[in-house]
């Protein structure tokens, strides 16, 4: 469906004979088992793909997404950053829509040691039946190819740990062993506003402090409406609320 709040109101036809497939970056059925039918409708949206050759969708970005969907079984959270590449000189297809060279994910997982990540980063053309693990890079090598810049309110010592040492291995699915590039912070965060001095989100057992990797997270989605930010004025008051201590922020 064409995304009326955008400037491009691109179509589904624009992909019409293009020999791409309409990818959808927020996967529908992880969205809707997460936020709800209604979160679920807007992966739906032309806004939420771009496009993907049929031999890279229907094999490792599928086995990518498979293994967050893996993970986040197992360890009950895992938040999921995505999205693509441009390079120059851009690729377009015949509709004019921008063809991405590459595709990037980010897995954050939160335990209570500290937090860990995987990083992919996967060419458009990479061979059918390719493994996940093959494309682990650094954070810091995707920041760098798209220009974004995540996490960037951590302290410099987390953001160290978490962006520039690219994971040599994926995680087991069972147990939290084996997390190369884990950090857990020792660093005290506040925040001058009073009511943004804990945050948590609608459906998270767990609450945070501004600084915090997962707080800074639950930001980000709120913004795009796939999250409902919660915020509290005292540590009581979080507590009161059934919610638990974030581990890694230790609020």
């Keep these: 469906t064409v995304d009326e709040r955008t400037t491009a109101l691109v179509s589904p036809e624009a992909y019409a004979n293009s020999g791409f497939v309409r ?17 679920q409708r807007e992966t739906m949206l032309m806004s939420n793909v771009t496009p993907q050759r ?14 967050a969907r893996t993970y986040a079984n197992a360890f009950g959270q895992l938040w999921v950053v995505n999205g693509p590449v441009f390079c120059s000189p851009q690729e377009t297809l015949p509709s004019g ?9 980010i897995l954050v997982d939160l335990h ?44 410099g010592a987390v ?11 994926l995680w087991p699915f069972t147990t939290r062993t084996g997390t190369p590039n884990a950090a857990a912070p020792s660093t005290s965060f506040h925040s001058g506003d009073c009511c943004d001095r804990f945050i948590s989100s609608r459906d ?15 930001t ?7 999250s ?7 540590r009581e008051d979080a507590l009161a609320s059934g919610r638990s201590p974030c581990p890694l922020c230790r609020p």
């Design 228 to 234: 409902q930010k919660v915020c509290f004025c005292t």
């Design 220 to 226: 980000f989605m709120s913004s795009f409406g796939l």
């Design 23 to 39: 990818a959808l970056m927020a996967p529908q059925d992880a969205i809707g088992q997460s936020y709800g039918p209604a979160a």
């Design 159 to 169: 953001q160290a740990n978490l962006r520039s040492q690219p994971a040599q291995e």
């Design 54 to 67: 049929s031999s890279l969708y229907g094999f490792t970005w599928a086995a990518l997404e498979n293994l």
């Design 204 to 218: 998270s057992g767990t609450f945070h402090q501004p600084g915090c990797l997962f707080a800074e997270l639950i």
């Design 112 to 155: 209570e040691s500290g937090a860990r990540t995987l990083a992919f980063l996967v060419p458009q053309d990479a061979p059918t039946g390719a493994a996940p693990a093959d494309y682990l890079v650094s954070i810091r090598e995707i920041e760098q190819q798209t220009g974004l810049t995540f996490f960037p309110s951590l302290p």
């Design 97 to 105: 829509v921008a063809v991405p060279c590459r595709f990037f994910l």
